[in-house]
Every structure is written in structure tokens, then in C-alpha cells.
């Protein structure tokens, strides 16, 4: 019954993801994404508040987009603008908010996305924890599930099946897995996850602020030839080593299998490619994303050892 809700769960947030609102992207007439050439930065359509950068309004009015019916992101609130369905009206629109006050607060938007990072990531460590835990629990077992796959690998009758599948839940009995909880702790803390990120990409302010001589809207391919290019090279060998590292404490253990070794290489270049054609307050978030992660799965690992727990 437990494992039954969990799956309801899961069913409902993707349904919720699935059916309301998220973030768009502002195209021209020959559907291309409109970009700010200055910045580098690919502008949103359905943005929630007015930008103030000049080039950016005038793309967006080229558009068609009426920036001037939008509220200032000063005065923006939660119940500003048109409903746009239950997923912005809970999740989005709320964050978005907190981002601004936050922001306005502290004096600058970069650092209120890296608190907010911060405090999202603590509320949803209990799941985080248990999904780490699942996951070192699963190297542990892997020699003995790599064993029996190799075992049954060339047989595909019915009742060889079957012993493979008996012979997989006794490993995963004997060392406390459960197969489906993994994924259900994982996908319980996604829409928070996603719902930030679309927060920050459809609040313009946040983008036209400035971290550490970095402009946020600008991205590390167009800062590189700024007078500040040392922060954009900084920013791009943060992204690469946080998300190597990230990646490969991830692994599930099978250090046998020369595509798992490949594995964070080629997933870090993939990401490194992509980071160059983000706003830098994309890469912030990521990289802070990244560390925070790789926190949480040291803490587990220690507690881990000190309780005995494996």
C-alpha cells in the first residue's frame, strides 16, 4: 500500500508538470530564439515582471510581447498578472517572489538565488537523504547484481527469468534496497527543483543585475571578451569541476564497464558546451546546485560510518 500512494504521488506531480504552465521562449517570425546580442542571453516569452535593459524591450515589443502591461519586478506579488494554472499560481509565481524581496534585500540578486538555493536544498535533504542512501547502498550491492546478470544473461526462458528475479529481490533483502524507492525520492523533490529554475529564468531582473564582475544575463561565450572575462573563466571551470565531481559520486559502483568510467567525462563536456551559451545566473545556480549536492552526499557518507550503517 505505502509503495501504491508513493506511485500516486509521483503520477500527480507529473501530471501537474505536464498539464500548467512553464517557461517559453521568445521567437521571431522564422520561429528562432530571439537573443540579446550584447549579452548572448536567449530572452522568455512568458516572463513575469518588466525588464529595464533597453535592448531587451525593444526585442520584446519587436515581438510582440507588451512589456508595459507587466508589473515592475519592484512592485511584483504574488497575484500579479493573469492565472496561468496551478503549477506558476503555487510553485513559480511564489519563488519568483521571494527571489525579488530576497534580492531587494540583500542588495543583489546572485547572492538571493544562492540563499534560496540553499534553503530548498535543507527542506528537501530528508528525501535527498534517503536517495543517497539508496544509492550507496546499491554499490554495495552491485558485485552481487552484476554476478547474477551475468548468470541468466543468455537465457531468456521463462522460468530462468523468474530465478533471476528471485535471485535480485534477495540481494536487494539482504541489503535493505528498495528498487522503486530511489526513484520515488528522487521524483518527489524535481518540482521544487524545476520550479526555481523557472523562477529565475522568467524574472528579468535577476538578469540584469551584476555578481562578482559578472553580468548575470551575459553568457560565459560573450563575457570571455569583456574587461571582467577572469570572473566568466572562473565561473565555466567551477561548472566543469563541480559537475564532474557531481557526476561521479553518482556512480553506482560498476567501475567494470568502461561506458560507466566515460560516463561524468562525457556528461561534464555535454554540460561545459551548454554553460557557455547560459546567462552566468544559470551557471551560478548550477554550480551552487552542484556544491550543495555534493555536501549532501558526503554528510550521508560520513553518517553512514559513524552509525555503521551500509
Same mark, same amino acid.
Given at each position: 500500500?505505502?509503495?501504491?500512494?508513493?506511485?500516486?504521488?509521483?503520477?500527480?506531480?507529473?501530471?501537474?508538470?505536464?498539464?500548467? %504552465?512553464?517557461?517559453?521562449?521568445?521567437?521571431?517570425?522564422?520561429?528562432?530564439?530571439?537573443?540579446?546580442?550584447?549579452?548572448?542571453?536567449?530572452?522568455?516569452?512568458?516572463?513575469?515582471?518588466?525588464?529595464?535593459?533597453?535592448?531587451?524591450?525593444?526585442?520584446?515589443?519587436?515581438?510582440?510581447?507588451?512589456?508595459?502591461?507587466?508589473?515592475?519586478?519592484?512592485?511584483?506579488?504574488?497575484?500579479?498578472?493573469?492565472?496561468?494554472?496551478?503549477?506558476? /499560481?503555487?510553485?513559480?509565481?511564489?519563488?519568483?517572489?521571494?527571489?525579488?524581496?530576497? %534580492?531587494?534585500?540583500?542588495?543583489?540578486?546572485?547572492? /538571493?538565488?544562492?540563499?534560496?538555493?540553499?534553503? =530548498?536544498?535543507?527542506?528537501?535533504?530528508?528525501?535527498?537523504?534517503?536517495?543517497?542512501?539508496?544509492?550507496?547502498?546499491?554499490?554495495?550491492?552491485?558485485?552481487? =547484481?552484476?554476478? +547474477?546478470?551475468?548468470?541468466?544473461?543468455?537465457?531468456?526462458?521463462?522460468?530462468?527469468?523468474?530465478?533471476?528475479?528471485?535471485?535480485?529481490? *534477495?540481494?536487494?533483502?539482504?541489503?535493505?534496497? /528498495?528498487?522503486?524507492?530511489?526513484?520515488?525520492?528522487?521524483?518527489?523533490?524535481?518540482?521544487?527543483?524545476?520550479?526555481?529554475?523557472?523562477?529565475?529564468?522568467?524574472?528579468?531582473?535577476?538578469?540584469?543585475?551584476?555578481?562578482?564582475?559578472?553580468?548575470?544575463?551575459?553568457?560565459?561565450?560573450?563575457?570571455?571578451?569583456?574587461?571582467?572575462? +577572469?570572473?566568466?573563466?572562473?565561473?565555466? =571551470?567551477?561548472?566543469?569541476?563541480?559537475?564532474?565531481?557531481?557526476?561521479? *559520486?553518482?556512480?553506482? %559502483?560498476?567501475?567494470?564497464?568502461?561506458?560507466?568510467? *566515460?560516463?561524468? =567525462?562525457?556528461?561534464?563536456?555535454?554540460?561545459?558546451?551548454?554553460?557557455?551559451?547560459?546567462?552566468?545566473?544559470?551557471?551560478?545556480?548550477?554550480?551552487?546546485?552542484?556544491?550543495?549536492?555534493? +555536501?549532501?552526499?558526503?554528510?550521508?557518507?560520513?553518517?553512514?560510518?559513524?552509525? %555503521?550503517?551500509?
Amino acid at each position: 500500500m505505502k509503495k501504491q500512494n508513493k506511485l500516486k504521488i509521483v503520477v500527480i506531480l507529473l501530471l501537474l508538470l505536464i498539464t500548467t %504552465g512553464c517557461t517559453t521562449t521568445l521567437v521571431d517570425d522564422d520561429k528562432q530564439p530571439v537573443k540579446n546580442e550584447q549579452t548572448g542571453q536567449n530572452l522568455t516569452e512568458n516572463i513575469i515582471c518588466q525588464p529595464t535593459n533597453k535592448e531587451n524591450i525593444k526585442l520584446y515589443k519587436e515581438n510582440g510581447v507588451n512589456v508595459d502591461k507587466l508589473p515592475t519586478c519592484d512592485e511584483f506579488k504574488i497575484t500579479s498578472g493573469k492565472y496561468e494554472g496551478l503549477w506558476t /499560481s503555487i510553485f513559480v509565481k511564489p519563488l519568483a517572489f521571494v527571489l525579488l524581496w530576497l %534580492g531587494r534585500l540583500v542588495g543583489n540578486y546572485a547572492v /538571493s538565488l544562492i540563499i534560496i538555493s540553499i534553503i =530548498i536544498r535543507l527542506i528537501a535533504f530528508p528525501i535527498t537523504r534517503k536517495t543517497a542512501l539508496q544509492s550507496e547502498l546499491l554499490k554495495k550491492a552491485q558485485p552481487e =547484481i552484476e554476478k +547474477i546478470t551475468n548468470k541468466y544473461k543468455d537465457r531468456q526462458d521463462q522460468e530462468s527469468m523468474m530465478r533471476q528475479s528471485q535471485e535480485m529481490m *534477495m540481494v536487494y533483502k539482504k541489503y535493505n534496497i /528498495s528498487p522503486m524507492s530511489g526513484c520515488v525520492f528522487a521524483m518527489l523533490q524535481l518540482p521544487l527543483f524545476i520550479a526555481f529554475f523557472e523562477a529565475v529564468q522568467r524574472t528579468p531582473a535577476i538578469f540584469e543585475d551584476k555578481f562578482l564582475g559578472m553580468q548575470l544575463g551575459t553568457t560565459p561565450m560573450i563575457g570571455v571578451s569583456s574587461s571582467t572575462f +577572469i570572473a566568466y573563466i572562473i565561473l565555466m =571551470i567551477l561548472i566543469a569541476a563541480t559537475t564532474f565531481y557531481s557526476f561521479k *559520486m553518482n556512480l553506482t %559502483g560498476n567501475t567494470t564497464d568502461p561506458s560507466m568510467k *566515460m560516463m561524468p =567525462i562525457m556528461m561534464s563536456g555535454i554540460i561545459i558546451i551548454t554553460a557557455l551559451f547560459m546567462p552566468s545566473a544559470l551557471g551560478i545556480y548550477w554550480v551552487t546546485s552542484n556544491l550543495l549536492t555534493i +555536501i549532501q552526499n558526503i554528510v550521508v557518507k560520513r553518517s553512514k560510518e559513524v552509525h %555503521g550503517k551500509a
